[in-house]
């Protein structure tokens, strides 16, 4: 099984809302990523969590805002985005590469359609 | 500074014809190169992936070309159909760089039917 879930499948939200995106998955995987996407565009690297640790934020707003509970839950807090925040919101896992057998695949989940009125 | 180039940004191919995506990329020490599926409203899903240490991989009707001295690889999709018009890109990676990939800007197939 290479399923790796997302909550919402829609979001609208306003500009003062605080809302969550709730991705999940039952792989095993110790690396658990947000992309952000627009149209036509290939996804942007938000954040990646390497065993429940932050180990990338790329210059992301603080308006967003992760969470990894555990090893199967990522999170992403949303607090006063912008309409230009208007995006698909992916996540995606993989194994550890430096394990054995360990490989460097990303599996994605379907995304969260958000739009910021 | 785009590091992994793809082309076409489009591509229009008959049924069962062949349909080639390229991608060129710069940084030698990328050491796996993905490509992905994606269908408009859904998530990229894992195509095929190859490693520098072969220059061919084929799965089904899916064929990756690599070639480590031109610094280039390809994608061949076979007796194209119609459920394949979706958006690909490819991608490439280096280990301990945390994972990170570098995307290609996609290229936009439809397949005639």
């Known amino acids: 099984d290479t399923e790796v879930t997302q909550t919402p499948k829609h979001l609208v939200m306003g500009m003062t809302n605080k809302k969550s995106l709730k991705c999940e998955q039952h792989?095993?995987?110790?690396?658990m990523y947000w992309y952000k996407q627009k149209a036509k565009k290939p996804p942007e690297l938000m954040f990646v969590?390497?065993?429940?640790?932050?180990?990338i934020n790329e210059s992301v707003p603080s308006r967003f805002s992760p969470e990894c509970p555990n090893s199967s839950l990522l999170n992403l807090h949303l607090h006063a985005l912008q309409p230009e925040d208007s995006a698909l919101y992916l996540c995606?896992?993989?194994?550890?590469?430096?394990?054995?057998?360990?490989?460097?695949?990303?599996?994605f989940g379907p995304g969260t359609r958000l739009t910021v009125l | 500074q785009q590091q992994v180039k793809q082309s076409p940004q489009s591509l229009i191919v008959q049924k069962g014809g062949i349909s080639i995506i390229n991608c060129a990329y710069e940084?030698?020490?990328?050491?796996?190169f993905p490509w992905y599926q994606q269908f408009p409203g859904k998530g990229p899903a894992l195509l095929i992936a190859?490693?520098?240490d072969v220059s061919e991989k084929k799965e089904g009707r899916f064929t990756i070309s690599f070639n480590k001295s031109a610094k280039q690889f390809s994608l061949h999709i076979m007796d194209s159909q119609p459920g394949d018009s979706a958006t690909y890109f490819c991608?490439?990676?280096?280990?301990?760089?945390?994972?990170?990939?570098?995307w290609g800007l996609g290229t936009s197939l439809a397949v005639n039917p």
């Open positions: 995606a896992s993989s194994q550890d590469s430096r394990l054995a057998g360990g490989t460097d695949t990303q599996y």
């Open positions: 792989m095993g995987h110790r690396a």
């Open positions: 969590y390497s065993y429940e640790k932050l180990s």
């Open positions: 940084n030698t020490a990328f050491d796996y």
């Open positions: 190859i490693r520098p």
């Open positions: 991608a490439a990676s280096r280990t301990g760089n945390n994972r990170k990939l570098i």
